[in-house]
Protein backbone atom coordinates (compact mmCIF):
# COMPACT_ATOMS: atom_id res chain seq x y z
CA UNK A 1 0.00 0.00 0.00
CA UNK A 2 1.41 3.38 -1.11
CA UNK A 3 0.92 6.15 1.08
CA UNK A 4 0.87 9.77 -0.46
CA UNK A 5 1.63 12.49 2.27
CA UNK A 6 3.08 15.32 0.12
CA UNK A 7 -1.05 16.09 -1.33
CA UNK A 8 -4.16 16.68 1.07
CA UNK A 9 -5.69 13.89 -0.65
CA UNK A 10 -3.52 11.26 0.25
CA UNK A 11 -3.05 12.45 4.10
CA UNK A 12 -7.14 12.43 3.92
CA UNK A 13 -7.33 9.03 2.34
CA UNK A 14 -5.15 7.85 5.18
CA UNK A 15 -6.71 9.12 7.86
CA UNK A 16 -9.84 7.74 6.41
CA UNK A 17 -8.93 4.36 6.02
CA UNK A 18 -7.18 4.60 9.28
CA UNK A 19 -10.38 5.39 11.05
CA UNK A 20 -13.02 3.02 9.60
CA UNK A 21 -10.47 0.67 10.88
CA UNK A 22 -10.81 2.14 14.43
CA UNK A 23 -14.96 2.57 13.93
CA UNK A 24 -15.45 -0.85 12.13
CA UNK A 25 -16.37 -1.62 16.19
CA UNK A 26 -18.99 0.73 16.86
CA UNK A 27 -21.42 -0.60 14.00
CA UNK A 28 -22.85 1.17 11.09
CA UNK A 29 -25.17 3.49 12.81
CA UNK A 30 -23.21 5.66 14.67
CA UNK A 31 -19.89 4.45 12.01
CA UNK A 32 -19.98 7.10 9.48
CA UNK A 33 -21.70 10.16 11.50
CA UNK A 34 -18.78 9.71 13.94
CA UNK A 35 -16.12 9.99 11.18
CA UNK A 36 -17.92 12.84 9.52
CA UNK A 37 -17.74 14.68 12.92
CA UNK A 38 -14.04 13.81 13.76
CA UNK A 39 -13.22 14.83 10.55
CA UNK A 40 -14.55 18.03 10.62
CA UNK A 41 -13.17 19.01 14.52
CA UNK A 42 -9.78 17.52 12.42
CA UNK A 43 -10.27 20.10 9.50
CA UNK A 44 -10.82 22.84 12.03
CA UNK A 45 -7.36 21.68 14.61
CA UNK A 46 -5.66 21.28 11.42
CA UNK A 47 -6.96 24.82 10.55
CA UNK A 48 -6.87 26.65 13.86
CA UNK A 49 -3.09 25.18 13.93
CA UNK A 50 -2.04 26.51 10.82
CA UNK A 51 -3.20 30.59 11.41
CA UNK A 52 -1.49 29.99 14.92
CA UNK A 53 1.88 28.95 12.91
CA UNK A 54 1.26 31.76 10.17
CA UNK A 55 0.93 34.38 12.99
CA UNK A 56 4.10 33.19 14.88
CA UNK A 57 6.01 33.39 11.42
CA UNK A 58 5.06 36.89 11.13
CA UNK A 59 5.86 38.28 14.51
CA UNK A 60 9.43 36.62 14.33
CA UNK A 61 9.80 38.20 10.70
CA UNK A 62 8.76 41.27 12.38
CA UNK A 63 11.43 40.67 15.10
CA UNK A 64 13.96 39.48 12.95
CA UNK A 65 14.12 42.96 10.80
CA UNK A 66 13.68 45.12 13.16
CA UNK A 67 16.42 43.63 14.86
CA UNK A 68 18.21 43.59 11.87
CA UNK A 69 18.00 47.12 11.26
CA UNK A 70 18.89 47.89 14.86
CA UNK A 71 21.96 45.74 13.74
CA UNK A 72 22.74 47.86 10.37
CA UNK A 73 22.34 51.03 12.63
CA UNK A 74 24.79 50.27 15.34
CA UNK A 75 27.37 48.77 12.10
CA UNK A 76 26.86 52.20 10.93
CA UNK A 77 27.38 54.17 14.24
CA UNK A 78 23.89 55.77 14.15
CA UNK A 79 23.15 57.26 17.84
CA UNK A 80 20.16 55.02 19.02
CA UNK A 81 18.95 56.26 21.97
CA UNK A 82 17.40 59.32 19.86
CA UNK A 83 15.50 56.75 17.59
CA UNK A 84 12.68 55.93 19.86
CA UNK A 85 9.45 55.78 16.94
CA UNK A 86 10.42 51.62 16.94
CA UNK A 87 11.20 50.91 20.82
CA UNK A 88 8.64 48.72 22.61
CA UNK A 89 10.62 50.66 25.88
CA UNK A 90 8.80 53.34 27.60
CA UNK A 91 10.16 56.72 27.62
CA UNK A 92 11.57 58.23 30.86
CA UNK A 93 9.15 60.20 31.55
CA UNK A 94 6.83 57.03 31.60
CA UNK A 95 8.83 55.41 34.27
CA UNK A 96 7.76 56.01 37.73
CA UNK A 97 10.12 57.79 40.77
CA UNK A 98 9.55 54.20 42.45
CA UNK A 99 11.49 52.06 39.56
CA UNK A 100 14.38 54.63 39.05
CA UNK A 101 16.38 53.48 41.17
CA UNK A 102 16.17 49.72 39.84
CA UNK A 103 16.64 51.35 36.70
CA UNK A 104 20.33 52.76 37.71
CA UNK A 105 21.07 49.18 39.37
CA UNK A 106 20.24 47.66 35.92
CA UNK A 107 22.39 50.03 34.29
CA UNK A 108 25.31 49.88 36.07
CA UNK A 109 24.81 46.08 35.47
CA UNK A 110 25.29 46.44 31.98
CA UNK A 111 27.76 48.97 32.04
CA UNK A 112 29.78 46.30 33.92
CA UNK A 113 29.18 43.94 31.05
Known amino acids: MSIDF ?11 EKLDNLLSGINATYGQVLLEELMI ?3 RTITDFN ?5 IMDDLKVSSERRSHLIHDLMEGKDL ?3 KTDSDEPDESDVSSDD ?7 EKRLEGK
Open 51 to 55: EEVQS
Open 81 to 83: SSD
Open 6 to 16: DNQAGRENYLN
Open 100 to 106: APEMSEW
Open 41 to 43: RLQ
